[in-house]
Structures are given as structure tokens and as C-alpha cells.
């Protein structure tokens, strides 16, 4: 490890030898011995002699004399620390630097790092700008705690910057103190405190270029280490600077147009038409003055309203008049009409000029005089910027030169009455800063913070860039850039939401090429037409609107209305929403401030957001019962990334996504965090995306960056495949199933320029059984990346969790044959099975039962008794037949006795008592029916019916003659 305490770098190689200091012993004593400057010099040297004590140090400005181990002051033209080393010349990497770069992606591409290193520009060192992690490290040894200071440059968060130290008993700088503050447009200071003993520094850098932006180097510059107790000599002053006197602790830079060479005590003043800048080593020529050399401005409104249009020279002025050709300052002095104040301010008007001054608490204006509002109203209370005849007092506009470093140049941006523009620069890759501070936001008494409500302030700015290159607008929120605009952008309006008070300064820089270092795009511009930022604490008002009172008392405070109450428009009154309605973000007025909720949500207790309890009801398509799913094991954040991609130089990257489906308040919120920053930045939301890179610096698995916040408001859930202006195409996620996907619909109220209407998300929940996993999310196979547009995003979850609760209707029954007097009914599922938990399958049931011989035979006895019935009723019946048989032949054999008269009665009746077993009929084989109709219907030859007859007496056939009353005629 490198000794400064013993480093012969400090000491005179002019000379044969030179002094060093042993190791102390135990008992803080040393020896001073002479060290050969040249090898294999062995004698001559003078004899060790006692040293000084291992706690004896020089003061600065100082130096220790080896030969006579004194301090003494160091001469004009140098500096030291005393005791401490400093670094401030960059043309090579100083002994006792070393740098590496290396593959954050473990090798798994082919990006060679090899080169990756930590570059000396002169007055500065400058990290790399790739995607490799790059380092440089100093080793030191302290003899007593000191201290490592240095200035640094941190402009873009796209890059990840730490510092750490690690001394001789392998302790590390704490993992929170590593990161180091983004700079806003200025050096930083850092100083951190070194323990006695050995102690390893390192600077180490990553880039990220993930959006194909070209990434800012972090430059450090000025490092001093104090501890080392003495130094053997003085450091001369290096070029562009001096000390005029013995003794000095640092040397001090030169002016402007002056410049001095190494070790100088004096600065020289340059020739008439050379130029130099602050701390310059030499001077250059003037160039001659062009038209992007001066810009115009307005003087202060005068006594009767009038300004007076000025012409001036970009300060520090660099540019020569007298050479041929060179532009002429226009004549000033033009005096125009005063724009109006600001809204806000008054018009104050003294015996020399006319000033705008802001209206006090409880008044607004329209920008000419104030006024109280009236009963019953409350002024809205905020910044609003559109006339621009002077720098509003919070606001700021500077420079960062082509080096990243702060200039002398103080205009940047300047007033034009409607506008504020950018001025002409000296080289085009500068960066022309306008910063607006403000304290803090606050709402107003008549709106309730609520944590469903995101919006706490918004800031609205109407803008336009008129270029002929590739020019760039940022607009960034703290340090953080929020959007940004490339080549020539018509006059367009755009607004941030504003969600908490850590944001309390906004950016807007302009650079009119990232490549050229000279003028090319001079007449390149940006113009901010206004700037209006709502509820800002001790802001101005420029309206008043009506708010709902304490009481009915005269001159009662404003109060939000009640939770679910709208305001009458034009009145104080407040009014009932109807049932299932959330109140918009925005002052509620007028019934259209009521929102309703969209299917299977439910309005919170602060009516300012629907929410899901993660159930849901669905319409089955069959028209049967309707369908109940219970998504509470999917309502906790899940997790989940697309497939790798890489950049241009093979970094592996992934999007990360967060999802947190549902659930009532107190919910968990889907969480995406930016941990390259120094205070790690969170949004929180239903569902966020963040860009993360593996990585092994400082033993963290991931990088995480760039999150926001796709999904912030849920909109419904439904089995729609529309709702609210958003869509979630079937061709996206195909199913051959005939259950419907359920679909979750949110939206994101925040606005980018690719995404005017905020950006959506819908997450299509699938039914399947056989998937246990509970973050199974996949992406559309088209958009690799979850959207085609960057502003509608699709996801597929697919989970047993999505499947519908089971019912009586999703099993059957299944009942055996009859075993042993044994009946068994078993139920099962139908196939195929689209439902998960619900009820239960019901147990085995087991039932007795009649085998099927008992049937058997209890049907052959039934049979048997059947026929035997059977038959004795035809015996019976065939009985009765006959009888009457007998009847019919004995009424028509006594119809011969008495002509043309019908039989008696009771002449072929059977007496009661006879017997006609011996009359017997004799028949033919036909049937028994037919037979009785053919003896009724039988005649003889003559005409008349003969009816066979067998009496007891006689066998013979009884003939009736001839009935004289049946005549032929």
C-alpha cells in the first residue's frame, strides 16, 4: 500500500540521497535515514539519526526541512496542507491513483471494459459515460485521523456515483453515507472523516444509458487528504493561479483576462485583444462579435408605464468589435408599453418607476389591484407567470459550460414581455438552466388531504423550440428529469402532478447540440410562454371561488364539504352525491364532480376513490347461476419482469413490474423504487414499472431506476373487454376457453408527451386449475415490453386464484349397482374443471338396498298369482256367455207360436233353478264373440234365421216354418 507519510515523491531528487522516517516503535520514536537517489549507492550516506515524535506535524502553509527537521513556511508560488496531501493538477493520473473498469453483467456480454476508466482533463478527473462499472482508487497511511475532501460534479442521475473508504481493519464506509448528491448546476463539497492507519479510497461510477440519451460524466476535481503529519515539500501553484505570499495554504485563481504559468506569484493581464477566462493558464484571441454575441432585454416599467427595450453583450464579454466584419451592438432605447402585472400582484407606482407587487394574504387580483374575496369564497392560492418584464425573484437562470463546470456567464434565460427566452451561448453543448424554488404546497381549507387523493399540486407550463440541429429541452423535478422534448417543438401546454413536498424546485434547461463545442446553432431557442403552479405556500391568488362555511355566522371560515358532497356551482351549498360516486380530484363543483364507480367496486369512507374488495360477480354466459370469484390470495404485491434486452453496447437490462391488484384501504401498494440517487425515490400505485440491472456493485443484486407509476386509479372490473375509453383486445391473450377472462381496468393520472392522456393498464385474469403458482404474469408475445405504445399496458394472469368459487352445479353424481344389500352414491367434478375453493365435494354416501333376486322372485310370484286370476275370471265370464246364449236360442224358438207377436217375457227366459248344463251349443273353432255374432246373424234358405238346438229330449234340429207376417210382400 502506498506510504505518503514515507513517499520519496515529496522529497529533493537532486541530490545524491534524500531523508526518510522509519516506522514509529511502540514507544512513538522514529529515526530519519538517508535513502540513495541513485542504485546500488551504498556509502557516503550519512548515519541515522534520532527523529521527531510520531505526533509532530507542520501547520499549513508548511513544510518539514528533512535536513534540519523543522518546519518552515513554504516560498511564494507554492502551497502545502501541512499535513495533508492535495491533488489539484490532472494532466496525467498523479502517483498513487489506479483505474479499472469492469463488467457489471458478470460477463454474460460481450461489453469489454477494458477501457472503461476514469479519464485526467487538466484541471479535473472525469468518469466514464458507458455502461461499465468504472473505479479509482487511492491508497493511504495515516499516522492520526484525518480527513479526504474533494469537489465533485454529479449532474445526471442516469449515472450511479459512490465513495467509499475501507481501512487496515476492513471496515467499510456505511452503505447510506456512500451515495453521493446529484448536482444541480454547481460543484459539490464532500469531506469525510479517516481513521489512523491505512485507509483505501475509491470513486466508483456506472452508467446507465438504458433511454439512448447520452450520459453526463462525473467530474472530481480538488482532492485533499489531512492526517499524514507532515509533508517533506511545497507544492508549486499550478497554472492560472498564485500566492502572492510566503506561508499559503492554497493558491488563488486568476481573474478574468489574465492568466499565469506554474508556480506563479502574480497574474499577468493579457494583450487588448486577447481574452482569458477565471483561472486561465494562458490568453487566446478575441474572436469577432456576431449577433448571437448580445440579446435583448427590457428595462423596468418607468413612472408612466413604459419600458425601454435594451440591447446587451453576453457578459463576460469575449468577442472583438474592431475586427472586420464583426456585428455592432444595436441601438437601444425603444419604449414600449409595460405588460400587465402578473395575476396576483398590484401595480405600484413611485415618483421613477412602476413596480408589481404581490397581493398579501386574503386578497387577489387580476393583476392591476387587489381585492378582498367576498363571503363565503376563498382565494385560490399559487404562482402564474405569462408577462415577463422582470426575473421573478424565485427564479434563477445560469449556465453549465461545455465542461459541466459553472460559468461566469449569468444570462441564459432573459425576459421579452410575453416570454422568457434562451440566450445566445458560447459553445452549444452548454447547458442553459432556468430553476424556479418554491417553499412548500399546502391545499386549500375547503379540500381534505386524502391518501386515495395523489394530487397535491400541479404545475402547468405553456412552451416552444425553434431549432435547425438536434436540440433538447429537459424539464426536471428536483433531480429527477421528468420529460423531455428533441428538435423543434411547436407551442404546446404541459403538466406535472405534484404528490408530496419533497419536490420544491423545478429545471428547465435547454441545449442546442450534444457534439458541437462551437456556435453552430446560435439562433437554436427555447421560449416559456407561462408558468402556473397551483397551492403554493405563500403563494399569490389571482381568483376566488366558493367554498362551504363553519357556520352560518357572518364571516365563517371556508370547510371542505362533507365526505360524498358536491358544491352547488355559484353557491356555498353542499349536496349528496348519489349512491356509489366518488368525488373527482379537483375542486368538486357542480353535480358532474360526482364519478361513479365502475362495476364490482365500491367507494371508499372519503368518497375520493372506487375500490375492489377482491370480489367479484359475474353474469355466466348460459344465462345460469351467475359466477362468484374471491381473488384475495392475488390482492398482495406480486412481482414480475419482462424478457432481457440490451443496449446498443450489450448491457443486460430488464423491466420490472409491480402489481397490486385490489383490496380496501389500507391495502398494499404496488412499490417501484430509484436507488441510483442519493435518497431513494418510491411510487407507489396499483401497478408501477421500474428499469433494473443486475449488478454486484456494493453487494446489491439489482439496480433499480427510472420508475413510474402506470396505474394509479381503478377503474372496474369487468368481463368487458371495454370500459372507460380502454380496451383489452381478445387477440392480445387468445383462449380456447368458455370461461370469460375477468378483467381489471386502471389508469394513471399522470401525463407524459408521448402520453397526453395519462397511461392505462388491464390486467386479464385467467382460470386455470393446474397453475399453483401465484405470480404466473405474462406479456403480450407482439410487445415484448407489456405495451406496443408506451402508453397501454397488457398483462395475463393466469392462477387456479382466478378461477371462479366451485357450486353445486360444477359436480355430479355417480350412484353403483346395488351390492349386497350396499347402494354407494359418489360425486365428482365436471370436466373440464374451471372453478377453485367454493364448496367442498360431498362425502361417499352408502344407502341399503334389495338385491335383484328378490325381484326376481317377487315378480315370478306376482305372475304366477296374476294368471291364475286371470283365468278364473275367463271361466267366469265364458259361463255368463253361455247362459245367455241359452236365453237368446230359447226366445226365438217360442216366436212360432204366436204369429205377428213378439215373444213373452218370460217365454225363453230360464226359470230360476234350471239347468242348462245339458244345452249344449255346437260350434265352430272361430272365436267366442265371433261365434255369438254368427248365430245371430245366421238364416235359412226361406228367409229366416235357424238357431241349432240340443234339448234334453231330443237331438234333432228344430226348423221354424214359414211366418206368414213376414210376406215377401
Request: with cysteine.
Amino acid at each position: 500500500m502506498f506510504d505518503v507519510m514515507s513517499a520519496a515523491s515529496f522529497s529533493n531528487f537532486n541530490s545524491d540521497f534524500h531523508f526518510e522516517y522509519t516506522e514509529c516503535d511502540v514507544l512513538g520514536s522514529r529515526w530519519r535515514v538517508a535513502i540513495p537517489n541513485k542504485p546500488h549507492t551504498c556509502t557516503g550516506l550519512p548515519d541515522p539519526v534520532k527523529g521527531t515524535q510520531c505526533t509532530f506535524s507542520c501547520h499549513e502553509g508548511e513544510f518539514l526541512d528533512m535536513t534540519s527537521q523543522q518546519c518552515h513556511k513554504c516560498s511564494a508560488g507554492t502551497y502545502s496542507l501541512g499535513t495533508g496531501v492535495a491533488i489539484d493538477e490532472w494532466g496525467s493520473l498523479p502517483t498513487g491513483f489506479v483505474t479499472h473498469g469492469i463488467n457489471i453483467n458478470f460477463g454474460e456480454s460481450d461489453l469489454n471494459c477494458s477501457s472503461s476508466t476514469w479519464v485526467p482533463k487538466d484541471d479535473y478527473i472525469a468518469s466514464n459515460i458507458d455502461e461499465c462499472s468504472a473505479t479509482l482508487s487511492y491508497a493511504v497511511n495515516l499516522k492520526k485521523s484525518g480527513t479526504v475532501s474533494f469537489d465533485y460534479l454529479y449532474p445526471d442521475n442516469n449515472v450511479y456515483f459512490e465513495f467509499f473508504v475501507q481501512n487496515d481493519q476492513c471496515q467499510s464506509t456505511d452503505s447510506e453515507n456512500r451515495w453521493m448528491k446529484t448536482s444541480e448546476s454547481d460543484w459539490s463539497h464532500y469531506n469525510v472523516k479517516l481513521n489512523k492507519g491505512s485507509n483505501a479510497l475509491y470513486w466508483r461510477t456506472t452508467g446507465f444509458d438504458l433511454a439512448g440519451s447520452a450520459v453526463k460524466p462525473v467530474l472530481v476535481k480538488n482532492i485533499a487528504i489531512s492526517g499524514v503529519a507532515y509533508t517533506s515539500e511545497c507544492f508549486h501553484c499550478k497554472p492560472g493561479t498564485y500566492s502572492a505570499k510566503p506561508g499559503s495554504a492554497r493558491c488563488t485563481p486568476c481573474p478574468t483576462d489574465s492568466y499565469s504559468n506554474k508556480g506563479a506569484t502574480v497574474c499577468q493581464q493579457c494583450e487588448k485583444e486577447k481574452y482569458a477566462e477565471v483561472g486561465s493558464g494562458s490568453c487566446k484571441p478575441r474572436p469577432a462579435c456576431i449577433n448571437s454575441d448580445y440579446f435583448y432585454t427590457h428595462t423596468p416599467c418607468d413612472s408612466t408605464g413604459q419600458t425601454q427595450l435594451m440591447y446587451k453583450w453576453i457578459e463576460p464579454k469575449i468577442c472583438s468589435e474592431s475586427v472586420k466584419g464583426a456585428a455592432k451592438l444595436p441601438a437601444s432605447g425603444e419604449m414600449k408599453n409595460c405588460p400587465p402585472c402578473n395575476p396576483g400582484f398590484f401595480v405600484s407606482n413611485t415618483t421613477t418607476s412602476t413596480t408589481c407587487e404581490p397581493c398579501s394574504n386574503g386578497l387577489y387580483s387580476n393583476g392591476t389591484a387587489c381585492a378582498k374575496c367576498p363571503v363565503g369564497t376563498e382565494p385560490v392560492v399559487g404562482y402564474e407567470y405569462k408577462w415577463w418584464n422582470q426575473m421573478p425573484s424565485n427564479m434563477k437562470s445560469s449556465v453549465f459550460n461545455r465542461e459541466y463546470g459553472d460559468s461566469e456567464r449569468t444570462t441564459a434565460w432573459e425576459v421579452a414581455g410575453e416570454y422568457i427566452y434562451t440566450t445566445p451561448g458560447d459553445a452549444d453543448i452548454d447547458y442553459l438552466l432556468l430553476t424556479l424554488n418554491v417553499p412548500g404546497y399546502r391545499l386549500p381549507k375547503s379540500m381534505a388531504k386524502d391518501s386515495e387523493m395523489p394530487e397535491l399540486s400541479r404545475i402547468t407550463f405553456v412552451f416552444e423550440t425553434m431549432c435547425v440541429g438536434r436540440c433538447s429541452l429537459f424539464f426536471m423535478a428536483g433531480y429527477s428529469a421528468v420529460e423531455h422534448w428533441s428538435g423543434s417543438s411547436s407551442k404546446q401546454s404541459y403538466s406535472y402532478l405534484i404528490k408530496d413536498n419533497s419536490t420544491v424546485s423545478f429545471t428547465w434547461t435547454f441545449q442546442r447540440s450534444q457534439n458541437s463545442n462551437m456556435s453552430q446553432y446560435s439562433d437554436d431557442l427555447a421560449k416559456i410562454y407561462s408558468i402556473h403552479i397551483t397551492n403554493v405556500i405563500g403563494g399569490v391568488a389571482s381568483q376566488c371561488r366558493h367554498c362551504a362555511l363553519g357556520s352560518s355566522k357572518t364571516g365563517s371560515a371556508c370547510v371542505p364539504c362533507p365526505s360524498g358532497h358536491y358544491m352547488v356551482n355559484g353557491t356555498g351549498l353542499c349536496k349528496k352525491c348519489p349512491a356509489n360516486t366518488i368525488i373527482r380530484p379537483e375542486q368538486p363543483v357542480g353535480e358532474s364532480a360526482c364519478i361513479p364507480c365502475g362495476p364490482n367496486t365500491d367507494r371508499n369512507k372519503a368518497h375520493s376513490a372506487c375500490l375492489s374488495d377482491c370480489t367479484v360477480d359475474v353474469s355466466s354466459s348460459g344465462g345460469t347461476e351467475p359466477l362468484h370469484y374471491d381473488l384475495t390470495s392475488l390482492a398482495n404485491g406480486t412481482s414480475f419482469q419482462s424478457s432481457p434486452r440490451f443496449t446498443n453496447k450489450g448491457l443486460r437490462y430488464y423491466h420490472h413490474f409491480t402489481v397490486g391488484l385490489c383490496g380496501k384501504e389500507g391495502r398494499e401498494l404496488a412499490t417501484c423504487v430509484d436507488n441510483v440517487t442519493e435518497t431513494p425515490k418510491e411510487l407507489k400505485g396499483y401497478a408501477c414499472q421500474s428499469t433494473v440491472v443486475p449488478s454486484g456493485i456494493r453487494g446489491q443484486g439489482v439496480v433499480s431506476s427510472s420508475p413510474f407509476v402506470i396505474g394509479d386509479t381503478l377503474i372496474g372490473v369487468t368481463t368487458d373487454t371495454a370500459l372507460g375509453h380502454m380496451s383489452s383486445p381478445k387477440q392480445i391473450f387468445p383462449t380456447q376457453s368458455s370461461l370469460p377472462d375477468v378483467i381489471f381496468y386502471y389508469r394513471s393520472s399522470e401525463t407524459t408527451q408521448a402520453c397526453k392522456q395519462g397511461r392505462s393498464t388491464t390486467i386479464r385474469l385467467r382460470c386455470d386449475p393446474t397453475v399453483t403458482a401465484k405470480n404466473q404474469i405474462t406479456l403480450p408475445s407482439n410487445c415484448s415490453e407489456g405495451t406496443c405504445d408506451g402508453c397501454s399496458f397488457h398483462f395475463l394472469w393466469t392462477s387456479q386464484h382466478a378461477c371462479p368459487l366451485c357450486t353445486k352445479s360444477h359436480y355430479r353424481e355417480i350412484v353403483s349397482a346395488c351390492i349386497q344389500g350396499i347402494q354407494r352414491t359418489t360425486y365428482v367434478w365436471q370436466q373440464p374443471l374451471l372453478c377453485y375453493g367454493g364448496v367442498s365435494l360431498p362425502a361417499q354416501k352408502v344407502n341399503g338396498c334389495v338385491t335383484l333376486d328378490f325381484w326376481l322372485k317377487f315378480g315370478l310370484s306376482t305372475g304366477t298369482v296374476a294368471a291364475v286370476l286371470l283365468i278364473g275370471i275367463s271361466c267366469y265370464f265364458w259361463k255368463k256367455t253361455r247362459k245367455l246364449q241359452y236365453k237368446y236360442s230359447k226366445l226365438m224358438m217360442t216366436t212360432g207360436d204366436k204369429e205377428c207377436e213378439l215373444p213373452a217375457a218370460d217365454s225363453c227366459a230360464i226359470m230360476e233353478g234350471e239347468d242348462v248344463e245339458d244345452d249344449l251349443i255346437y260350434l265352430t273353432k272361430k272365436s267366442f264373440f265371433t261365434k255369438i255374432k254368427s248365430f245371430s246373424r245366421q238364416r235359412t234358405s226361406d228367409g229366416f234365421d235357424s238357431v241349432p238346438l240340443k234339448s234334453s229330449s231330443s237331438s234333432a234340429t228344430l226348423i221354424g216354418d214359414d211366418d206368414d207376417c213376414f210376406d215377401d210382400d
